[in-house]
Each structure stands twice: as C-alpha cells, then as structure tokens.
C-alpha cells in the first residue's frame, strides 16, 4: 500500500504527523540519555580498571624497595659487626651481592671519616676502597640513623640508586653505614604485564621526569632514559600525587600513543616517583560504540514501528469523521438513506448522533414533501381537465363565441395544456420518489415505437423545420420495457432535442445491440450542454440558466423522469454534448 494513499484526510495527517513528532522527540531523548549513560558508565569503568592498575603496581614497586631496604637491616643485624675482621666484612658483603641480582655494589663505611673498610663491586675482584667522607648525602643520612634511599641516576643507559643503613650495635651506637648501589632495571618484570586491552600501557618516571620503567605495550617512541618532564601530565602527577581523582579518568591527546588517551596517575611519596597509566579512547570506548550502534538501530526500528502505529490510530480515529463527511455529501445530494459510523461516546458520537437525528428529521420532511405534491398533483388533475374539456368545447363551438373572445379561448387552451403537463410530470416525480412508480415489462419492438412517437412528433419538427432522420436497423432484438412509459421517455428526449434546437437543425435518431443490451439515442445539431451542467441534468427542477435556454420553456422535471424510469426497466442513461454544437442522448435497455 501506499503510503499516499494511505493517508488521505488532511486532519489524518496532522494527527498523525503530531503523534509522530512527539514519538519522535520521546525516543530521540530517550535514545540521547541511553547512550550518555552507557558512556558515563564506561568511563567510570576505565577509570576503575586504570586506577587498579596504577594502585596494583605503586604497591609492587614498594614492595621492592621495602624489601631492599629489609634485606639491609637483615646484613646488618648482627651487633658485632665492628668486631668482624675486613676479610669476614668482605665475604658478607659478597654473599649479599650474590644473593640480590639488583645489587651493583655494597660497602661497609667507617662513620668516623667515612672511609670505605670493605667494598664488592659486581665483576670486580679487587676494588679500590674509596674516601667518601662524612658528608656524602647516603653517608650523612645514615649517620643520622636514617635510612637513605637516593635520587635515580643512569649508568649506561640504566636507572641506579643509591641506598644506605645506619649500623647499630646494643647500646644503639652508630658504628657504621651499609652502603649500596641497586639497577632499577629489575622492578621492569614487576610491571611489564601492566598492560590493559591492545593499546593500554604503564609507566613509571623518576623524581625528575625521566622513564624508570614501562610495560610491554607502550608505543616504540618511550624507553628507558627518555625525559618527559615537559608532558604536562607527568608534571601535574609529580607536583600534585593523585591526578584527576581517585575512581575518575582524564582525557588528553597523549604524545606517547599519538593520539587521545584515558590517564590516570599517581606518585609513590617516599621517593616521589610517578607511575601512569594511559589507554586510547578509541580501544577503551570500542564497546561502548557497538552498543550505541545497536541502541540506534533498536531506536530507528522502534520509531519506523510506532510511526505506523501512530498512523494507523489516526486513520481509527479519523475514521467516523470521514464517514460523517462522506454521508453529509450524501445528504447535500438528497440522498437521505446514509451509513453513519457506529456512535462512540466521545464526542464524534454525540456529533454522529446528532447527525442520523438530523437526517431523520429531514428524510421525513422529505416524504411530506412529496406527500404534499402527490396529494396536490393528484387533487389538481380533475379541474385541468375539467378547464380543458370546457376550452375544448369552447374551441369547437366557435361559431357561438364573439369573435373577440376567440383570441382568449386560444389562450385557454394552451394554459391548459401546460398545467396539464405539469401536474402529469408532478405526479410522476412525487410517485418515483415514494417508490410509487411502476413499470410492467414485456417484450417489445422498439422500431414500432419510435415510429409511432415520431410521428406524433412530426407536426412539432415541422413547425421548426426540422429534418428527422430514422434510419432502422436490419435485425433488432425486442426489448425488455413498459411500453407507455417508454414512449414517454422518446416523447421527452426527442421533444428536448426538437425545443433546443434552432429552426432548421438536424435530429438522428438511431438504435443498435451492444451485448446484451439495445442502446438507442437520439442526435440533435442544437445548443449543447456545457460539461458542468451535464452533470446535474438528470437532478430534479435542474434547467440551464443561459441565454439561449431563456425563452423556452420548461419544468426541469422531464429528464429526471426519464432517468427514473430507464432505471426502473433496469437500463442506464447517459449524454454527450458539445456546447455550441450539439448533444446525443443515450439510454440502454436489456433484450428480451
Ligand atoms: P425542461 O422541462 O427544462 O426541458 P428537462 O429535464 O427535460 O427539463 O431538461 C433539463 C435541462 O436540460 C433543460 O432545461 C435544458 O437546459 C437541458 N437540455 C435537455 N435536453 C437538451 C438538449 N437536447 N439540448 C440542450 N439542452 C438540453
């Protein structure tokens, strides 16, 4: 079906254009607060999952330190340290070494002058022992009984430190330093899997904006050593801690991924290092993005749906409308038998209610009417005859009426005869309208009467000089009609053409089969009707109002007869005519 044809009143359409808007509207808000929340839910997800990372991994680099630093106290635990001999000192620091793959070097320090008493260095057999002095930050930190953990330093590319240990005997004396220097290279494997989806990776960076260590995702362009201290991010976490927020997630165009990035980050406070993590948008929201896409295709289906529903309840609602639009046409035309639509009781109810109540009212003003004109017609029928019995006589007896009075008699008689047709065709119109008109078929030879009606038309086509051709058809079946009514019908449509025809014109009249039926009409070369008024010809008291219709005369009542009765035999009526130039009558009757 047609969506055009579908919609056919305009109040339909408004109605449904309305309702469509407003479904419109309601899933196109519905939809936008959908896909925020799925959105916002997300982001805080990332966050989450960005902030456990960070946290997991801030807690695996402690370790590591604390650890260190543990494993320092434990060297130093024994309180006879100072009672050991150099040799005794060199062989514990050795076995430390050996223990601890981070370790690079370790040394026992005098704290009186900071002097070196024992040193191992990682791929050393004999190093030299060095005078550090007393005020050697590690050194210093540790004769504070600190302990001392440094900035980081790189070494061939590697990030070191340095760590110290105060070392106390029983009476709490700080009779020496432990002093060691540690790769940074080892806490890589803690955070190497801090990875998250295809595009998520981690990084850690020193006091100073420098890279310690970094997971195995990040992009090619990050290694160990490079600054990036100048990222703006990197500085707001090593000035600030916690940057955006704990469980919240900050958007940037990310240097490292080349693109725009979650971030999350934070610093270890002890030793003020950063660790960040960064994943794309696009990978992080990659979810989210198959789930608008079905959230919009759910929505364009739902709306396509309800759109055709809400034009369906227009056209339901709509409907007793049309149908009241439709029977009021009916009514305008004077047909009074409408199909109204079943009342509701809203107001279309109440208004198709008071609608057959109106109907009613005029269908029985109607059948007064036609009562009133029946009963007139009927009653006026005796006196025209009467007056036209008594003109006749007058008439006949014309040697008795002065001659003066003849001119009158004359006149009588053509009155007479006027009011006698027109209370014939009253009668007739009142009984088709009260169904009273009756018709007996049988078969009949139609030549026979179109013969006998033209010849009793014959004196009025002379008195107009009018030419009437008949030309009969070899063979044609009989027909199916009332005689006396069918010659009424020629008399009409054959006088029509005779009265609006100019003197001298043309009149055919013709007969032939078509099927099942016999079409007859009759031809005339005289004014014609226009197209508008062709239409409203068969109506009752329907004249065209025009300057050649002016001075003849007539009630309008003939062709409407006529149709009634046509119709009664079963047949159908129809006209062409061409203003100016002339006009065809035609009527079918079925056969025999
Ligand atoms: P009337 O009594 O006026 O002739 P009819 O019902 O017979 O009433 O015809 C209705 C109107 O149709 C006429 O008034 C006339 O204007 C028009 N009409 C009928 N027949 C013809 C015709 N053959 N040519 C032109 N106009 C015609």
């Known amino acids: 079906m047609k969506l055009t044809s579908f919609i056919t009143s305009r109040l339909e359409r408004k109605l449904a254009l309305l309702l469509s808007l407003v479904i419109l509207l309601a899933l196109f808000f519905l939809a936008w607060l959908a896909i925020s929340t799925v959105k916002a839910?997300?982001?805080?997800?990332?966050?989450?999952?960005?902030?456990?990372?960070?946290?997991?991994?801030?807690?695996?680099?402690?370790?590591?330190?604390?650890?260190?630093?543990?494993?320092?106290?434990?060297?130093?635990?024994?309180?006879?340290?100072?009672?050991?001999?150099?040799?005794?000192q060199t062989f514990i620091l050795e076995g430390h070494l050996a223990s601890d793959d981070s370790l690079v070097e370790l040394s026992f320090i005098q704290p009186s002058d900071g002097f070196e008493t024992a040193r191992v260095v990682r791929?050393?057999?004999?190093?030299?022992?060095?005078?550090?002095?007393?005020?050697?930050?590690?050194?210093?930190?540790?004769?504070?009984?600190q302990n001392y953990f440094g900035p980081v330093f790189f070494t061939n590319n590697e990030p070191r430190i340095i760590l110290a240990s105060p070392v106390i005997n029983q009476q709490s004396q700080i009779i020496g330093?432990?002093?060691?220097?540690?790769?940074?290279?080892?806490?890589?494997?803690?955070?190497?899997?801090?990875?998250?989806?295809?595009?998520?990776?981690?990084?850690?960076?020193?006091?100073?904006?420098?890279?310690?260590?970094?997971?195995?995702?990040?992009?090619?362009?990050?290694?160990?050593?490079?600054?990036?201290?100048?990222?703006?991010?990197?500085?707001?976490?090593?000035?600030?801690?916690?940057?955006?927020g704990l469980n919240d997630t900050a958007v940037y165009y990310s240097e490292i991924a080349k693109q725009e990035v979650f971030v999350v980050g934070r610093s270890i406070p002890k030793f003020n290092w950063g660790v960040i993590v960064e994943w794309t948008t696009k990978e992080?929201?990659?979810?989210?993005?198959?789930?608008?896409?079905?959230?919009?295709?759910?929505?364009?289906?739902l709306l396509i749906f309800l759109i055709v529903i809400s034009f369906w309840l227009a056209?339901?609602?709509?409907?007793?409308?049309?149908?009241?639009?439709?029977?009021?046409v009916q009514v305008g035309a004077g047909q009074f038998d409408v199909s109204l639509p079943t009342a509701g009781h809203d107001e279309v109810g109440e208004l198709a209610k008071s609608f057959s109540q109106m109907t009613a009212g005029l269908k029985e003003l109607e059948r007064l009417k036609d009562e009133f004109v029946f009963i007139a017609a009927h009653e006026l029928r005796t006196p025209v005859t009467a007056i036209r019995g008594y003109a006749e006589m007058l008439a006949d007896s014309a040697g008795s009426v002065p001659a003066e009075a003849r001119e009158f008699v004359s006149r009588l008689q053509q009155s007479g005869e006027r009011l006698a047709v027109l209370v014939n065709d009253l009668l007739e119109v009142a009984r088709s309208q009260a169904g009273r008109l009756k018709v007996q078929t049988s078969p009949l030879d139609l030549v026979v009467i179109i013969q006998s009606t033209l010849a009793e038309l014959k004196p009025l086509a002379d008195e107009k000089q009018h030419n009437i051709?008949?030309?009969?058809?070899?063979?044609?079946?009989?027909?199916l009609a009332d005689k006396d009514k069918l010659q009424e019908v020629l008399v009409n449509l054959i006088g029509n053409a005779i009265k609006y025809t100019p003197a001298g014109g043309q009149i055919e009249i013709g007969a032939r089969q078509e099927g099942n039926r016999v079409v007859t009409w009759i031809k005339d070369?005289?004014?014609?009707?226009?197209?508008?008024?062709?239409?409203?010809?068969?109506?009752?008291?329907?004249?065209?109002?025009?300057?050649?219709?002016?001075?003849?005369?007539?009630?309008?009542?003939?062709?409407?007869?006529?149709?009634?009765?046509?119709?009664?035999?079963?047949?159908?009526?129809?006209?062409?005519?061409?203003?100016?130039?002339?006009?065809?009558?035609?009527?079918?009757?079925p056969i025999a």
Do not use: C
Not at 469 to 479: C, G, I
């Open 525 to 589: 070369s005289g004014i014609g009707i226009a197209p508008e008024d062709q239409t409203k010809l068969f109506q009752r008291f329907f004249r065209v109002e025009s300057e050649e219709t002016r001075n003849i005369q007539g009630t309008g009542l003939g062709l409407f007869i006529v149709r009634q009765i046509i119709e009664h035999m079963q047949g159908r009526i129809w006209v062409q005519s061409v203003k100016g130039k002339g006009s065809t009558f035609y009527f079918s009757l």
């Open 177 to 244: 330093v432990l002093r060691g220097e540690a790769n940074l290279k080892t806490i890589i494997p803690l955070i190497a899997q801090a990875n998250l989806g295809q595009t998520g990776y981690l990084y850690v960076v020193d006091s100073g904006g420098r890279v310690i260590a970094a997971s195995s995702q990040v992009p090619s362009g990050l290694s160990v050593g490079t600054d990036i201290k100048f990222n703006p991010f990197v500085s707001q976490v090593l000035a600030s801690g916690l940057v955006p």
């Open 315 to 328: 056209r339901r609602f709509t409907k007793p409308l049309r149908q009241l639009t439709a029977a009021s």
């Open 469 to 479: 051709s008949f030309v009969p058809p070899v063979s044609l079946p009989q027909v």
């Open 41 to 88: 839910t997300r982001q805080q997800s990332v966050a989450e999952i960005q902030w456990q990372l960070v946290n997991q991994s801030v807690d695996r680099l402690r370790k590591f330190i604390d650890d260190k630093i543990e494993n320092f106290r434990i060297v130093v635990a024994d309180p006879n340290v100072n009672a050991i001999g150099y040799e005794q």
């Open 284 to 301: 992080a929201m990659s979810v989210v993005d198959e789930i608008i896409i079905r959230l919009l295709i759910g929505t364009v289906v």
């Open 123 to 145: 791929g050393f057999d004999k190093p030299i022992h060095r005078v550090l002095g007393r005020d050697e930050p590690a050194v210093a930190s540790a004769l504070r009984g």
